[in-house]
């Protein structure tokens, strides 16, 4: 009877401890659901955030392309503007050159004539000093004086108004040089307004793009330099891409393929991939030097993204060999550091 008391108290006690432990249980399933529905929220905000930048952005590069191309028309309206001004003032300085001409012609033809006249009048005037000591002088003699004495005026006259149309023509010459001038001084500060455009919407550009590639940890940004290492594309002595860095370059891809869509036509940009290896000689029937190891990684690299759809005609590939290293030393840290592809976007 006393052991069965015993085994009775037994079986009642295990109870709070299985009730304890599945309360236990319980309690860390609904922690760990909360946390995974908080880190599910959490990277649903910043997804969400970082699809807004990249719409902004698109927004934003859409609007440059549409001032960018109105620019391109004005500039285009002033350059034919200011060509025919130029060929207005081309044919203004021949004629002008033409009639200064003939009116020096005239103007010296006149000069003799009236250097004659006057002569001629100098003679008539010592011919009436002589004439003056007689009773009278001969109506045809009165007549001829008359005549030279009207040739005279007349003569003046003509030379008073060819040296007033000189005047005038060379007025009209100045006003037509401050006038090309002027427009030239137009079409000049718009270029530069319109290059100053281009500069800040590149530079907005790099900024964005180098924004939206920070948060990939494989991808090193050095000014406008894109640095991904080697061992992330390639395996040691290889030029073919493996499976995790075509995953990168894919990345890359999806990011170069929506802002191009927005880059105008007209604006000569270009990807440069460049190859670069660490100091250690290679030298194999595939590879002699580190000159084609670098050349063929890029040039695998600027495929790959051809085959993803990246412009061709957009892209460069260029091997450098370990000739331009990034890290002194021969130390593993910087041997990894120099082995790398660089991806730039610049002016052609």
Same mark, same amino acid.
């Given at each position: 009877m006393i052991g069965s008391r015993r085994r009775s108290r037994s079986t009642t006690n295990v109870w709070p401890g299985y009730?304890?432990?599945?309360?236990?249980l319980l309690m860390l399933v609904i922690f760990m659901l909360l946390v995974y529905v908080v880190s599910q929220l959490f990277l649903s905000q910043t997804l969400s955030d970082r699809n807004s930048e990249l719409a902004q952005l698109n927004l934003r590069l859409s609007e440059l392309s549409q001032l960018l191309g109105l620019e391109q028309d004005t500039t285009a309206a002033l350059e034919q503007q200011m060509l025919m001004v130029q060929n207005s003032f081309s044919d203004s300085l021949a004629e002008n050159e033409d009639l200064q001409q003939r009116l020096e012609a005239s103007r010296d033809q006149l000069m003799?004539?009236?250097?004659?006249?006057?002569?001629?009048?100098?003679?008539?005037?010592?011919m009436n000093q002589d004439l003056d000591n007689k009773d009278e002088l001969s109506?045809?003699?009165?007549? @001829? =004086? @008359?005549?030279?004495? *009207?040739? =005279?005026?007349?003569?003046?006259?003509?030379?008073?108004?060819?040296?007033?149309?000189?005047?005038?023509? +060379?007025? @009209?010459?100045?006003? +037509? $040089?401050? $006038?090309l001038e002027s427009v030239s001084r137009r079409l000049?500060?718009?270029?530069? $307004?319109?290059?100053?455009?281009?500069e800040q919407y590149q530079s907005e550009f790099f900024a964005r793009l180098r924004n939206i590639l920070a948060a990939n940890e494989n991808i090193r940004i050095v000014g406008d330099?894109?640095?991904l290492p080697s061992e992330l594309l390639f395996a040691s002595g290889s030029a073919l891409?493996?499976?995790?860095? +075509?995953?990168?370059?894919? +990345?890359?891809?999806?990011?170069?393929?929506?802002?191009?869509?927005? =880059?105008p036509a007209d604006l000569e940009w270009i990807l440069r991939i460049d190859g670069h290896t660490d100091r250690i000689p290679i030298n194999t029937p595939q590879f002699p030097s580190n000159w084609e190891l670098s050349t063929a990684r890029a040039v695998a690299v600027v495929r790959y993204l051809a085959d993803q759809s990246v412009p061709q005609n957009r892209m460069v590939a260029a091997g450098f060999g370990e000739f331009f290293p990034v890290a002194d030393g021969t130390t593993?840290?910087?041997?990894? $550091? *120099?082995?790398?592809?660089?991806?730039?976007?610049?002016?052609?």
């Amino acid at each position: 009877m006393i052991g069965s008391r015993r085994r009775s108290r037994s079986t009642t006690n295990v109870w709070p401890g299985y009730v304890d432990a599945l309360s236990a249980l319980l309690m860390l399933v609904i922690f760990m659901l909360l946390v995974y529905v908080v880190s599910q929220l959490f990277l649903s905000q910043t997804l969400s955030d970082r699809n807004s930048e990249l719409a902004q952005l698109n927004l934003r590069l859409s609007e440059l392309s549409q001032l960018l191309g109105l620019e391109q028309d004005t500039t285009a309206a002033l350059e034919q503007q200011m060509l025919m001004v130029q060929n207005s003032f081309s044919d203004s300085l021949a004629e002008n050159e033409d009639l200064q001409q003939r009116l020096e012609a005239s103007r010296d033809q006149l000069m003799r004539q009236t250097a004659d006249a006057e002569a001629r009048a100098e003679s008539l005037a010592s011919m009436n000093q002589d004439l003056d000591n007689k009773d009278e002088l001969s109506n045809s003699q009165q007549n @001829m =004086i @008359m005549r030279l004495s *009207n040739q =005279i005026a007349s003569l003046q006259n003509q030379l008073r108004q060819i040296t007033t149309a000189l005047r005038l023509q +060379k007025e @009209m010459t100045v006003d +037509k $040089e401050d $006038e090309l001038e002027s427009v030239s001084r137009r079409l000049n500060t718009l270029l530069a $307004e319109r290059i100053n455009q281009l500069e800040q919407y590149q530079s907005e550009f790099f900024a964005r793009l180098r924004n939206i590639l920070a948060a990939n940890e494989n991808i090193r940004i050095v000014g406008d330099r894109f640095l991904l290492p080697s061992e992330l594309l390639f395996a040691s002595g290889s030029a073919l891409l493996g499976a995790e860095g +075509k995953r990168e370059l894919d +990345k890359l891809a999806g990011v170069l393929l929506d802002v191009v869509e927005t =880059i105008p036509a007209d604006l000569e940009w270009i990807l440069r991939i460049d190859g670069h290896t660490d100091r250690i000689p290679i030298n194999t029937p595939q590879f002699p030097s580190n000159w084609e190891l670098s050349t063929a990684r890029a040039v695998a690299v600027v495929r790959y993204l051809a085959d993803q759809s990246v412009p061709q005609n957009r892209m460069v590939a260029a091997g450098f060999g370990e000739f331009f290293p990034v890290a002194d030393g021969t130390t593993p840290e910087a041997l990894q $550091e *120099n082995r790398r592809i660089e991806i730039k976007l610049t002016d052609r």
